[in-house]
Protein backbone atom coordinates (compact mmCIF):
# COMPACT_ATOMS: atom_id res chain seq x y z
CA UNK A 1 0.00 0.00 0.00
CA UNK A 2 1.39 3.49 -0.95
CA UNK A 3 1.51 6.10 1.90
CA UNK A 4 0.76 9.72 0.81
CA UNK A 5 3.11 11.46 2.37
CA UNK A 6 2.57 14.96 0.51
CA UNK A 7 0.81 16.92 3.10
CA UNK A 8 -0.06 20.00 1.05
CA UNK A 9 -3.22 20.93 0.86
CA UNK A 10 -5.00 19.97 -2.47
CA UNK A 11 -6.26 22.74 -5.43
CA UNK A 12 -8.21 21.17 -8.11
CA UNK A 13 -9.35 24.27 -10.94
CA UNK A 14 -9.85 24.10 -14.85
CA UNK A 15 -11.27 26.05 -17.71
CA UNK A 16 -13.56 25.21 -20.25
CA UNK A 17 -11.65 24.55 -23.72
CA UNK A 18 -13.06 27.29 -25.93
CA UNK A 19 -10.38 29.50 -26.74
CA UNK A 20 -7.08 30.93 -25.75
CA UNK A 21 -6.63 32.69 -22.21
CA UNK A 22 -7.41 36.21 -21.66
CA UNK A 23 -5.91 38.76 -19.26
CA UNK A 24 -9.24 37.97 -17.22
CA UNK A 25 -8.71 34.95 -16.17
CA UNK A 26 -5.12 36.03 -15.40
CA UNK A 27 -6.11 38.43 -13.25
CA UNK A 28 -8.86 36.25 -11.78
CA UNK A 29 -7.50 33.44 -11.31
CA UNK A 30 -4.08 32.03 -13.20
CA UNK A 31 -2.17 34.53 -11.19
CA UNK A 32 -3.05 32.84 -7.97
CA UNK A 33 -2.25 29.02 -9.54
CA UNK A 34 1.13 30.50 -10.53
CA UNK A 35 1.86 31.64 -6.68
CA UNK A 36 0.02 28.63 -4.90
CA UNK A 37 1.48 25.61 -6.76
CA UNK A 38 4.26 25.05 -4.45
CA UNK A 39 2.61 25.37 -1.29
CA UNK A 40 -0.36 23.00 -2.98
CA UNK A 41 -0.91 19.83 -4.48
CA UNK A 42 -2.09 21.50 -7.74
CA UNK A 43 -4.05 20.01 -10.09
CA UNK A 44 -5.62 22.03 -13.35
CA UNK A 45 -8.59 20.55 -15.05
CA UNK A 46 -8.65 21.13 -18.95
CA UNK A 47 -12.29 20.87 -18.89
CA UNK A 48 -13.34 19.71 -22.41
CA UNK A 49 -16.21 18.20 -20.97
CA UNK A 50 -17.57 21.18 -19.59
CA UNK A 51 -17.10 22.56 -22.81
CA UNK A 52 -19.14 20.53 -24.55
CA UNK A 53 -21.97 21.31 -22.30
CA UNK A 54 -22.49 24.73 -24.30
CA UNK A 55 -20.82 23.80 -27.47
CA UNK A 56 -22.13 20.71 -28.71
CA UNK A 57 -22.28 21.53 -32.20
CA UNK A 58 -18.51 22.51 -32.37
CA UNK A 59 -16.46 19.44 -30.74
CA UNK A 60 -13.65 20.63 -33.11
CA UNK A 61 -13.51 23.84 -31.48
CA UNK A 62 -13.13 22.31 -27.73
CA UNK A 63 -11.01 19.68 -28.99
CA UNK A 64 -8.07 22.43 -30.60
CA UNK A 65 -8.61 24.48 -27.63
CA UNK A 66 -7.34 21.49 -25.19
CA UNK A 67 -3.46 21.94 -26.34
CA UNK A 68 -4.21 25.80 -26.18
CA UNK A 69 -4.87 25.99 -23.27
CA UNK A 70 -2.29 23.84 -21.91
CA UNK A 71 0.19 26.26 -23.79
CA UNK A 72 -1.69 29.28 -22.35
CA UNK A 73 -0.99 27.43 -18.69
CA UNK A 74 2.68 26.94 -19.14
CA UNK A 75 3.59 30.02 -20.51
CA UNK A 76 1.82 32.50 -17.66
CA UNK A 77 4.13 29.95 -15.40
CA UNK A 78 2.62 26.52 -14.01
CA UNK A 79 5.31 24.58 -13.68
CA UNK A 80 4.77 21.12 -14.43
CA UNK A 81 7.19 19.32 -12.12
CA UNK A 82 4.45 20.98 -9.01
CA UNK A 83 1.27 21.05 -10.98
CA UNK A 84 -0.87 17.89 -12.49
CA UNK A 85 -2.17 18.72 -15.72
CA UNK A 86 -4.85 16.85 -17.16
CA UNK A 87 -7.65 16.71 -19.35
CA UNK A 88 -11.28 15.86 -18.30
CA UNK A 89 -12.63 13.89 -21.17
CA UNK A 90 -9.65 11.18 -20.20
CA UNK A 91 -11.12 11.05 -16.42
CA UNK A 92 -14.01 8.45 -16.94
CA UNK A 93 -14.36 8.63 -12.95
CA UNK A 94 -15.66 12.16 -13.09
CA UNK A 95 -18.11 11.14 -15.30
CA UNK A 96 -19.42 8.46 -13.00
CA UNK A 97 -19.40 10.89 -9.92
CA UNK A 98 -21.64 13.29 -11.81
CA UNK A 99 -23.80 10.40 -12.30
CA UNK A 100 -24.27 9.58 -8.75
CA UNK A 101 -24.10 13.25 -7.62
CA UNK A 102 -27.03 13.70 -9.60
CA UNK A 103 -29.02 11.94 -7.36
CA UNK A 104 -28.27 14.37 -4.90
CA UNK A 105 -29.11 17.76 -6.65
CA UNK A 106 -32.47 19.15 -7.60
CA UNK A 107 -33.43 20.48 -10.37
CA UNK A 108 -34.60 23.20 -8.75
CA UNK A 109 -31.69 23.63 -6.86
CA UNK A 110 -29.76 23.93 -10.40
CA UNK A 111 -32.30 26.21 -11.89
CA UNK A 112 -31.29 28.96 -9.18
CA UNK A 113 -27.81 29.07 -9.01
CA UNK A 114 -26.83 32.56 -9.93
CA UNK A 115 -24.09 31.30 -12.30
CA UNK A 116 -25.99 29.04 -14.39
CA UNK A 117 -29.01 31.30 -14.11
CA UNK A 118 -26.62 34.54 -15.58
CA UNK A 119 -25.04 31.97 -18.45
CA UNK A 120 -28.18 30.87 -20.28
CA UNK A 121 -29.57 34.47 -20.06
CA UNK A 122 -26.48 35.57 -21.57
CA UNK A 123 -26.41 32.63 -24.03
CA UNK A 124 -30.05 32.99 -25.30
CA UNK A 125 -31.36 29.65 -24.79
CA UNK A 126 -34.24 30.00 -24.06
CA UNK A 127 -36.43 26.79 -22.79
CA UNK A 128 -33.86 24.98 -24.79
CA UNK A 129 -31.36 24.31 -22.26
CA UNK A 130 -29.16 21.38 -23.14
CA UNK A 131 -29.39 18.90 -20.02
CA UNK A 132 -25.85 18.70 -19.82
CA UNK A 133 -25.65 22.46 -18.97
CA UNK A 134 -27.93 23.03 -16.29
CA UNK A 135 -26.52 20.05 -14.74
CA UNK A 136 -22.89 21.09 -15.02
CA UNK A 137 -23.01 22.07 -11.37
CA UNK A 138 -22.83 18.55 -10.64
CA UNK A 139 -20.03 17.63 -12.60
CA UNK A 140 -18.29 20.47 -11.29
CA UNK A 141 -18.43 19.43 -8.39
CA UNK A 142 -17.29 16.11 -9.26
CA UNK A 143 -14.31 17.59 -11.00
CA UNK A 144 -13.52 19.43 -7.42
CA UNK A 145 -14.68 16.62 -5.14
CA UNK A 146 -12.74 13.64 -7.54
CA UNK A 147 -9.89 15.44 -6.16
CA UNK A 148 -10.65 15.55 -2.78
CA UNK A 149 -9.29 19.48 -3.12
CA UNK A 150 -9.83 21.83 -0.51
CA UNK A 151 -9.02 25.33 -2.20
CA UNK A 152 -10.53 26.00 -5.79
CA UNK A 153 -8.64 29.52 -7.33
CA UNK A 154 -11.45 30.78 -9.58
CA UNK A 155 -13.16 34.41 -10.75
CA UNK A 156 -15.87 35.58 -8.39
CA UNK A 157 -18.40 34.17 -11.08
CA UNK A 158 -17.73 30.89 -10.18
CA UNK A 159 -18.43 31.04 -6.21
CA UNK A 160 -21.86 29.98 -6.57
CA UNK A 161 -20.89 26.47 -8.58
CA UNK A 162 -18.16 25.86 -5.46
CA UNK A 163 -21.06 26.78 -2.76
CA UNK A 164 -23.32 24.26 -4.35
CA UNK A 165 -20.32 21.72 -4.64
CA UNK A 166 -20.19 21.92 -0.72
CA UNK A 167 -24.12 21.33 -0.80
CA UNK A 168 -23.28 17.85 -2.70
CA UNK A 169 -20.52 17.27 -0.23
CA UNK A 170 -22.61 17.37 2.79
CA UNK A 171 -25.57 15.89 1.68
CA UNK A 172 -23.40 12.73 0.35
CA UNK A 173 -21.59 13.11 3.66
CA UNK A 174 -24.86 13.01 5.66
CA UNK A 175 -25.98 9.97 3.61
CA UNK A 176 -22.83 8.00 4.14
CA UNK A 177 -22.42 8.72 7.57
CA UNK A 178 -18.84 10.52 7.72
CA UNK A 179 -16.70 12.86 5.89
CA UNK A 180 -15.82 11.35 2.96
CA UNK A 181 -15.53 14.28 1.52
CA UNK A 182 -14.10 17.70 2.52
CA UNK A 183 -15.59 21.00 1.78
CA UNK A 184 -13.58 23.07 -0.75
CA UNK A 185 -13.30 26.94 -0.67
CA UNK A 186 -13.38 29.33 -3.56
CA UNK A 187 -10.46 31.17 -3.70
CA UNK A 188 -10.98 34.65 -5.13
CA UNK A 189 -8.90 37.70 -5.96
CA UNK A 190 -9.74 40.87 -3.93
CA UNK A 191 -9.87 43.29 -7.04
CA UNK A 192 -12.71 41.41 -8.53
CA UNK A 193 -13.98 40.65 -12.21
CA UNK A 194 -12.00 42.65 -14.69
CA UNK A 195 -14.25 43.89 -17.12
CA UNK A 196 -13.96 44.29 -21.01
CA UNK A 197 -11.98 46.95 -22.67
CA UNK A 198 -15.70 48.60 -24.05
CA UNK A 199 -16.52 48.95 -20.09
CA UNK A 200 -18.84 45.49 -20.14
CA UNK A 201 -18.79 43.63 -16.94
CA UNK A 202 -16.89 40.25 -18.36
CA UNK A 203 -14.05 39.95 -20.41
CA UNK A 204 -14.83 37.48 -23.07
CA UNK A 205 -13.43 36.28 -26.83
CA UNK A 206 -16.85 36.33 -28.21
CA UNK A 207 -17.98 39.89 -27.37
CA UNK A 208 -14.50 41.00 -28.68
CA UNK A 209 -13.37 42.34 -25.49
CA UNK A 210 -10.60 40.70 -24.31
CA UNK A 211 -7.19 40.93 -24.17
CA UNK A 212 -5.61 37.47 -25.38
CA UNK A 213 -2.53 36.15 -22.76
CA UNK A 214 -0.73 35.88 -26.43
CA UNK A 215 -1.77 39.61 -27.77
CA UNK A 216 1.10 40.87 -30.02
CA UNK A 217 2.38 44.18 -28.98
CA UNK A 218 0.33 45.96 -31.48
CA UNK A 219 -2.77 44.32 -29.97
CA UNK A 220 -2.12 45.01 -26.91
CA UNK A 221 -1.58 49.08 -27.87
CA UNK A 222 -4.47 48.94 -29.82
CA UNK A 223 -6.89 47.93 -27.19
CA UNK A 224 -5.58 50.27 -24.62
CA UNK A 225 -5.87 52.90 -26.83
CA UNK A 226 -9.78 51.56 -27.76
CA UNK A 227 -10.31 51.07 -23.84
CA UNK A 228 -13.22 52.56 -22.46
CA UNK A 229 -12.46 55.54 -19.65
CA UNK A 230 -14.74 58.28 -18.46
CA UNK A 231 -17.01 59.79 -20.94
CA UNK A 232 -17.24 63.24 -19.69
CA UNK A 233 -13.58 63.83 -19.39
CA UNK A 234 -13.56 65.30 -22.35
CA UNK A 235 -10.00 67.75 -22.19
CA UNK A 236 -7.37 66.89 -19.52
CA UNK A 237 -8.19 70.09 -17.71
CA UNK A 238 -11.56 68.49 -16.72
CA UNK A 239 -11.81 66.16 -13.22
CA UNK A 240 -12.60 62.95 -13.73
CA UNK A 241 -14.07 60.03 -12.79
CA UNK A 242 -12.37 56.76 -11.65
CA UNK A 243 -14.89 54.84 -10.67
CA UNK A 244 -16.12 52.47 -13.56
CA UNK A 245 -13.55 53.85 -15.70
CA UNK A 246 -11.90 50.87 -17.13
CA UNK A 247 -8.34 52.26 -17.69
CA UNK A 248 -8.17 52.30 -13.59
CA UNK A 249 -9.41 49.35 -12.73
CA UNK A 250 -7.03 47.39 -15.13
CA UNK A 251 -4.20 49.89 -13.63
CA UNK A 252 -5.72 48.58 -10.07
CA UNK A 253 -5.55 45.34 -11.24
CA UNK A 254 -1.68 45.16 -12.93
CA UNK A 255 -0.30 48.46 -11.27
CA UNK A 256 2.33 47.52 -8.60
CA UNK A 257 3.36 50.66 -7.50
CA UNK A 258 0.29 51.69 -5.23
CA UNK A 259 1.15 54.70 -4.43
CA UNK A 260 2.19 56.03 -8.01
CA UNK A 261 -1.79 54.73 -8.81
CA UNK A 262 -2.88 56.00 -5.90
CA UNK A 263 -1.21 59.85 -6.90
CA UNK A 264 -2.60 59.57 -10.30
CA UNK A 265 -5.73 58.59 -9.53
CA UNK A 266 -6.14 62.26 -7.31
CA UNK A 267 -5.01 64.05 -9.87
CA UNK A 268 -6.72 62.48 -12.45
CA UNK A 269 -10.34 63.54 -10.16
CA UNK A 270 -8.50 67.00 -9.65
CA UNK A 271 -8.44 67.34 -13.36
CA UNK A 272 -4.82 68.11 -15.26
CA UNK A 273 -4.68 64.77 -16.13
CA UNK A 274 -5.37 63.55 -19.45
CA UNK A 275 -6.45 60.10 -20.51
CA UNK A 276 -3.32 59.42 -23.34
CA UNK A 277 -0.90 59.64 -20.03
CA UNK A 278 -2.86 57.19 -17.78
CA UNK A 279 -2.96 54.69 -21.19
CA UNK A 280 0.49 55.07 -21.58
CA UNK A 281 1.35 53.64 -17.99
CA UNK A 282 -1.39 50.73 -18.41
CA UNK A 283 0.04 49.96 -21.92
CA UNK A 284 3.57 49.99 -20.05
CA UNK A 285 2.64 47.64 -17.98
CA UNK A 286 0.49 45.10 -19.92
CA UNK A 287 3.42 45.22 -22.69
CA UNK A 288 6.07 44.32 -19.77
CA UNK A 289 3.51 41.35 -17.91
CA UNK A 290 2.82 39.68 -21.34
CA UNK A 291 5.74 39.81 -23.65
CA UNK A 292 7.59 36.69 -21.41
CA UNK A 293 4.75 34.99 -21.77
CA UNK A 294 4.06 35.44 -25.51
CA UNK A 295 7.41 34.29 -25.52
CA UNK A 296 7.39 31.04 -23.59
CA UNK A 297 4.26 30.36 -25.30
CA UNK A 298 6.33 30.35 -28.59
CA UNK A 299 9.03 28.68 -28.05
CA UNK A 300 6.11 26.12 -26.14
CA UNK A 301 4.52 25.58 -29.56
CA UNK A 302 7.55 24.41 -31.50
CA UNK A 303 7.16 21.00 -29.74
CA UNK A 304 3.44 20.15 -29.26
CA UNK A 305 4.64 16.83 -28.73
CA UNK A 306 6.55 17.96 -25.05
CA UNK A 307 3.36 19.38 -24.22
CA UNK A 308 0.95 16.23 -25.45
CA UNK A 309 3.36 14.21 -23.38
CA UNK A 310 2.93 16.45 -20.36
CA UNK A 311 -1.38 15.93 -20.55
CA UNK A 312 -0.98 12.50 -20.66
CA UNK A 313 1.33 12.20 -17.69
CA UNK A 314 -0.91 14.37 -16.04
CA UNK A 315 -3.85 12.60 -17.16
CA UNK A 316 -2.44 9.10 -15.93
CA UNK A 317 -1.72 10.44 -12.45
CA UNK A 318 -5.14 11.73 -12.16
CA UNK A 319 -7.18 9.12 -13.32
CA UNK A 320 -5.46 7.14 -10.21
CA UNK A 321 -6.50 9.43 -7.81
CA UNK A 322 -10.21 10.27 -9.13
CA UNK A 323 -10.59 6.61 -9.29
CA UNK A 324 -9.84 6.33 -5.82
CA UNK A 325 -12.37 8.78 -4.33
CA UNK A 326 -15.08 6.82 -6.96
CA UNK A 327 -14.43 3.96 -5.20
CA UNK A 328 -14.43 5.36 -1.39
CA UNK A 329 -17.85 6.91 -3.09
CA UNK A 330 -19.31 3.57 -4.16
CA UNK A 331 -18.71 1.61 -1.13
CA UNK A 332 -19.83 4.58 1.20
CA UNK A 333 -23.21 4.38 -0.57
CA UNK A 334 -22.89 0.84 -0.52
CA UNK A 335 -23.38 -0.05 -4.00
CA UNK A 336 -23.84 -3.13 -5.57
CA UNK A 337 -19.74 -4.83 -5.52
CA UNK A 338 -19.13 -8.47 -6.45
CA UNK A 339 -15.92 -8.25 -4.61
CA UNK A 340 -18.55 -7.63 -1.27
CA UNK A 341 -19.34 -10.84 0.73
CA UNK A 342 -22.77 -9.76 2.13
CA UNK A 343 -23.79 -9.62 -1.96
CA UNK A 344 -23.77 -13.60 -1.14
CA UNK A 345 -27.18 -14.95 -0.95
CA UNK A 346 -28.38 -16.14 2.38
CA UNK A 347 -28.43 -19.53 2.49
N1 LIG B 1 -16.52 26.40 -14.79
C1 LIG B 1 -15.16 26.79 -15.00
C2 LIG B 1 -15.14 27.89 -16.07
O1 LIG B 1 -16.13 28.11 -16.71
C3 LIG B 1 -14.27 25.65 -15.45
C4 LIG B 1 -14.19 24.50 -14.49
C5 LIG B 1 -14.53 23.20 -14.76
C6 LIG B 1 -13.77 24.55 -13.13
N2 LIG B 1 -14.34 22.43 -13.68
C7 LIG B 1 -13.87 23.20 -12.65
C8 LIG B 1 -13.31 25.56 -12.27
C9 LIG B 1 -13.56 22.89 -11.32
C10 LIG B 1 -12.99 25.23 -10.95
C11 LIG B 1 -13.11 23.90 -10.49
O2 LIG B 1 -14.13 28.51 -16.29
Do not use: W
Not at 162 to 175: A, H, K, P, W
Not at 212 to 232: F, G, H
Request: proline letters at 6%; aromatic letters at 4%; one cysteine or more.
Amino acid sequence: MSVDIDQRPIILTGDRTTGPLHLGHYAGSLKNRVALQHSHRQYLLLADCQALTDNASDPAKVRRNVLEVALDYLAVGIDPTETTICVQSGLPALAELTLLYLNFVTVARLERNPTIKDEIQVRGFGRDIPAGFLCYPAAQAADITGFKATVVPVGEDQAPLIEQTNEVVRRLNRQIGRDVLPEAQALIPSVGRLPGIDGRAKMSKSQGNAIPLSATPDEIRDAVRRMYTDPNHLRAADPGTVEGNVVFTYLDAFDEDRTTLEELKARYRRGGLGDVVVKRRLEEILQALLAPIRERRAALEKDPCHVLDLLRAGTMAAREKTQATLDDIRSGLGLFSFEQPENRLAS
